[in-house]
């Protein structure tokens, strides 16, 4: 059988123009080991600063409320959310009444209880929300 190797693979190569050896070769390049040389490596994970984070309100696709680190994107505080139909939405504070597991504590909850129930409408909308939010809970530089 060796030594008729080299006329089967040619005819292997002669049937299916050329697939075979094709086949072969791309089956040794993945057996071999990775090169490191030359490659470029990308690190795709969330940049960690030391410096203190940078808080602003965020209203995700999900009706979440939440208060969000600017520099990194990670979520600091769940604040609530947005329940209800398209007809009517309100702004639910993050409490164990509401049915949240990890609730606010008593200070933030205290500072932003007159928003619990707020209805979502034309007077009041997601952003006008957000910024309120943003205004009672994070300090001014003014």
């Known amino acids: 059988m060796a030594e008729n190797a080299g006329t089967i693979r040619k005819l292997a190569d002669q049937i299916s123009n050329g697939g075979f050896s094709k086949m072969r070769a791309e089956q040794a390049r993945?057996?071999?080991?990775?090169?490191?040389?030359?490659?470029?490596?990308?690190?795709?994970?969330?940049r960690v600063s030391n410096d203190a984070p940078e808080p602003y309100v965020k209203i995700s696709l999900n009706n979440r409320v939440v208060l969000v680190d600017k520099s990194t994107g990670r979520q600091l505080q769940m604040l609530g959310e947005i329940r209800g139909t398209v007809l009517s939405r309100r702004f639910v504070l993050a409490t164990k009444d509401n049915?949240?597991?990890?609730?606010?504590?008593?200070?933030?909850q205290a500072v932003i209880a007159h928003l619990d129930g707020a209805e979502i409408s034309g007077d009041l909308t997601e952003s006008a929300l957000a910024e309120m939010l943003e205004?009672?809970?994070?300090?001014?530089?003014?």
Do not use: C, N, T, Y
């Open 135 to 142: 205004h009672l809970l994070l300090p001014r530089g003014d």
């Open 30 to 46: 993945r057996r071999e080991e990775p090169k490191p040389d030359g490659l470029m490596i990308h690190d795709l994970k969330a």
């Open 99 to 108: 049915g949240f597991f990890s609730p606010l504590d008593e200070e933030v």
